[in-house]
Structures are given as C-alpha cells and as structure tokens.
C-alpha cells in the first residue's frame, strides 16, 4: 500500500504566477513532490498541498 507524506505552501497575495510556478517546479525537480491540491481564496491567496510517496524497504528475516 502506497504511503504519502504532505507539505503545504501558502502564497501570499500579490505573489506573481511565475513566482509561484517556479516554487512549485523547485520542489517537484528536487524534492520529488508532486501537486495535490491548489486552493485560492477570495484574497488572492493560494494555498498549495504536495505530496510524495514513502518508500519503505522490506525487511527480509
């Protein structure tokens, strides 16, 4: 079974799209996160949920 652990990143209003893309493409180059949910509030603020698999090794006795 698929296990995840998640991360959120908040973006205040104001912050360009190109900002906030670059961010996300940083995380998904080198931390191997992937986009889960995005969610914009009526302020102009984002909210942002990655997520990446764990990878558990199986111990063999």
């Not at 079974?1 to 959120?8: F, I, R």
């Not at 908040?10 to 180059?29: I, K, V």
Request: proline fraction near 3%; avoid cysteine.
């Amino acid at each position: 079974m698929l296990e995840y652990e998640y991360q959120e990143l908040r973006f205040p209003r104001g912050t360009s799209r190109n900002a906030t893309r670059q961010a996300l493409t940083d995380h998904a180059e080198y931390g191997r996160w992937e986009l889960a949910r995005v969610r914009l509030y009526p302020d102009g603020s984002r909210r942002v949920t990655l997520r990446r698999k764990i990878i558990r090794q199986i111990r063999i006795a």
